[in-house]
């Protein structure tokens, strides 16, 4: 019975700081995101409401605004970036002449921490920056890269790609190497074209670690803040004041934590309904593959 008990223990003792880890850092702030959406503070006092905090939102113009922003900004950034990271791993794993330059210039992002990215990248899009420089060789005139509200938001989708899109590709480029070299040359004494060996062999191959990567970048582009907060504030005109921005600004600059807390359960309930479809419909296809 002790033998029979020793490997439970010993397991339970090696997961014992992962769960710690897991409830401390993810469980908890939750529960307590989701505690505190039912309190206002009023004269320095929690005061229980409810469900107000949430019913408020319904009526409140800066949320869907806000809620619009995120998902148009999602809509575009996690196909650009996938697509991409997925581009630039079917290069890394190639051999031609060159190729090791290739390969550095391409991990460089994942050296640069973000803060410094988006401080760099400020200096560049600014009125006299490398960016303007650059484009007025050919005689296009400055733009106002993050102070236009046509601008600014798709500016910043150019930032956390350019930031994003290496750490994915070291997940796909791990994908690709687990591929068996011998299906790539059974197709092609085959006469399987290249296009066709990408759609109908690597591409179905890769579908795991596809799926880790669309359902992680989702994730953290859904709460994507530093960028926004380093670089235009959610503005101008609340064109970049995605969720999380709002949640800060409610919670740190008025001092309304309850709705803050409203809005990041909310996130929270979105993310999950993403990931779920997101999950569902790839292992549908799984099924009917």
């Known amino acids: 019975m002790i033998r029979s008990r020793s490997p439970l223990l010993l397991i ?3 997961l014992a700081p992962a769960l710690i880890g897991l409830v401390v850092f993810r ?3 939750i529960a307590l995101a989701v505690n505190d959406s039912f309190f206002n503070v009023l004269r320095g006092q929690a005061v229980f409401v409810g469900l107000d905090n949430y019913v408020s939102l319904l009526t409140d113009s800066v949320f869907w605004n806000s809620l619009r922003v995120t998902l148009w900004f999602n809509l575009l950034i996690n196909p ?3 697509a991409l990271a997925l581009g630039l791993a079917l290069l890394y794993v190639q051999n031609f002449k060159g190729v090791t330059l290739y390969r550095v210039l391409f991990l460089i992002p994942i050296g640069v921490s973000l803060p410094t990215a988006v401080l760099i990248w400020r200096i560049m899009l600014s009125q006299d920056g490398l960016v303007n420089g650059i484009i007025g ?3 296009v005139p400055a733009q106002p890269w993050l102070t236009s509200a046509s601008f600014a938001l798709y500016s910043v989708i150019a930032i956390a790609t350019w930031k994003g899109i290496s750490y ?3 997940f796909i480029i791990g994908g690709l190497q687990n591929i068996s070299p011998e299906i790539y040359d059974a197709a092609r004494i085959d006469g399987v074209k290249p296009w066709q060996r990408l759609l109908f062999i690597t591409i179905p191959l890769l579908k795991p670690t596809l799926l880790f990567v669309l359902v992680a970048d ?5 709460l994507l803040f530093a960028p926004i907060f380093m670089l235009t504030q959610g503005g101008p005109a609340d064109s970049t004041n995605v969720l999380m921005y709002e949640a800060y600004k409610s919670g740190f600059v008025f001092g309304d934590m309850g709705r803050a807390m409203a809005i990041i359960v909310v996130v929270v309930l979105i993310l999950l309904v993403i990931v779920g479809l997101q999950f569902r419909l790839l292992n549908g296809r799984k099924e009917a593959a």
């Open 80 to 82: 650009i970036q996938i």
């Open 218 to 222: 989702v994730s953290i582009n859904f």
């Open 12 to 14: 339970a003792l090696l």
């Open 137 to 139: 060789i050919a005689g």
């Open 27 to 29: 469980l908890y702030p």
């Open 168 to 170: 994915w590709m070291i």
